[in-house]
């Protein structure tokens, strides 16, 4: 690796003018019962005329170092433009501060603390956990850094349209990514004997955790990476780790607490659309820590039930299966609850009085309850109301039309969207409709691996028009095919 990465000049886009770069605006709508009426939809924000600033960023070969300076703390005072300046504490040794020094760095940190942290929490709030647990920790461990920065500098090549070196802030992107694995295989290897595993620490676990999940978040936001179940893996055993050995004990950790609510929802997910074995444990982890940064969880345990319900009916097919209609209305009446719930949580999490916000996120709520009873019904295959799939299908899709903060919650929306996607294979109107408008929520959200979710979907229509298929059972296919997708 070159001890220098040279220099890039950027025109600065901020992380401010970024996060607007889409938003609804009115047009017409071309289905549903609004059809006709004007409709709200996404559209691009052409760039502001003013404030370009072009800025000469030199990393000094910083990431080099950073793996071979000796440990020697002191404070943080970056020389920097007081519009990107942010202490975060006091760094663990004397190559991160000199990383911590350059204003490149300085720059990737305020677009993450800014843009990156916010969609990453269910809603921001001024307690993000993304922020206020994540950015510290990272002073203490070169591998979480490392990855953060990563993670900043990809999402900011991205909405970069006009710099004038894009390419250059990509393989920086990729130099952080690789340095952040190699720092967390060195940390990971720890967990291999009972010897390493006795000098570990409840501080030490927690930190190499929080590692392996933004490194999992970071694959996330990768268009088409597949590597995101590895670090979810690797934070299992960590958490497996922890679990079995009484000194790593650190249940009562905000921060652990935390860490294995994020875990437990991304491992919710994926078991959506992957087959792995299921952790039993995930269960009580998602249904009894509440709090403002965990909104949507109420209906994210539903859907786990269901997920794990499905599996062991494909086991044990010989098992009694229960009553079609009395599982129909025991999961109405649970996603009936859980949507109350999350609402009032809704409520409590929002830093506005705005009437907009409120109805948004009562909205989703309506979206997550609609995609709840079509997953459920497709998985647990209840015929008591085929129907009406197509029918919850099409509320969502208006729902998402009424949305007026799209930009505040577009992290919230693929899985909805995607469920009602599996619902219009025959109606090529909305499938274009749906094509576009989930485009535009993953450029905005950042979370680029979407675009793999879009590739599964347009497989599956393909297929759906010319025979019946499940999409469950090509989801079944193509992660034999070593190509699963996560939809978040």
Same mark, same amino acid.
């Given at each position: ?282 269960? *009580?982890?998602? $249904?009894?820590?509440? &709090?403002?940064?965990? +909104?949507?969880?109420? %209906?994210?345990?539903?859907? /786990? !039930? =269901?997920?794990? *319900?499905?599996? $062991?009916?494909?086991? &044990?097919?010989?098992? +009694?299966?229960?009553? %079609?209609?009395?599982?129909? /209305? !025991? =999961? ?22 705005? !009437? ?133």
């Amino acid at each position: 690796m070159p001890k220098s990465h040279g220099s890039v000049r950027i025109d600065l886009d901020t992380s401010e003018r970024a996060s607007s770069e889409l938003r609804w605006d009115q047009g017409i709508a071309s289905r549903g019962h609004l059809k006709g009426q004007p409709a709200t939809i996404i559209r691009p924000v052409s760039s502001p005329a003013a404030r370009p600033a072009t800025l000469t960023v030199e990393e000094r070969g910083a990431s080099q170092n950073a793996s071979t300076t000796a440990i020697s703390a002191t404070d943080i005072a970056p020389r920097i433009s007081p519009s990107w300046r942010y202490s975060m504490g006091t760094p663990s040794s004397t190559a991160l501060c000199a990383l911590l020094e350059t204003q490149s760095t300085q720059q990737l940190l305020y677009h993450y603390r800014c843009l990156i942290a916010s969609k990453l929490a269910w809603i921001d709030s001024v307690d993000n956990p993304w922020r206020s647990i994540i950015l510290p920790m990272a002073m203490e461990s070169p591998s979480l850094l490392f990855s953060i920065l990563s993670m900043a500098a990809g999402d900011l090549s991205s909405k970069l349209s006009n710099a004038s070196t894009p390419n250059d802030i990509s393989t920086k992107s990729n130099i952080y990514r690789e340095l952040a694995i190699k720092h967390l295989a060195t940390e990971l290897a720890d967990y291999v004997t009972t010897t390493s595993i006795n000098s570990l620490t409840p501080k030490g676990a927690t930190i190499t955790l929080a590692a392996t999940l933004v490194l999992c978040n970071l694959e996330v936001k990768l268009p088409h990476s597949t590597l995101w179940p590895i670090h979810l893996r690797a934070a299992r055993a960590v958490i497996h780790c922890c679990a079995i050995n009484d000194h790593l004990s650190n249940a009562t950790s905000d921060t652990h607490s935390f860490l294995l609510q994020k875990f437990h929802s991304m491992n919710a997910f994926a078991s959506m659309s992957t087959f792995d074995d299921l952790e039993e444990a995930s269960s *009580d982890n998602l $249904r009894h820590q509440h &709090n403002n940064n965990n +909104v949507f969880l109420e %209906v994210l345990q539903i859907m /786990q !039930e =269901v997920t794990r *319900d499905q599996r $062991r009916q494909m086991v &044990n097919y010989h098992d +009694v299966e229960p009553s %079609v209609m009395d599982s129909c /209305q !025991e =999961v109405r009446d649970k996603l009936s609850q859980a949507r109350r719930k999350t609402t009032v949580l809704c409520r409590e999490a929002i830093m506005t009085d705005s !009437e907009n916000t409120r109805s948004d996120l009562a909205t989703i709520a309506d979206m997550f309850y609609y995609a709840g009873l079509i997953y459920s019904h497709q998985l647990l295959a209840l015929q008591c109301c085929p129907n009406q799939l197509g029918s919850w299908g099409s509320i969502i899709l208006d729902k998402l039309d009424s949305l007026r903060e799209v930009g505040s919650f577009c992290q919230n929306l693929l899985w909805p969207l995607f469920v009602a996607a599996t619902e219009i294979p025959w109606d090529e109107e909305r499938q274009t409709l749906l094509e576009r408008r989930i485009q535009q929520i993953v450029e905005l959200s950042g979370h680029w691996n979407g675009l793999r979710v879009l590739d599964f979907l347009r497989n599956f229509w393909k297929l759906r028009r010319v025979g019946r298929v499940n999409w469950i059972d090509l989801a079944r296919d193509w992660a034999q095919r070593g190509e699963s997708f996560i939809v978040i």
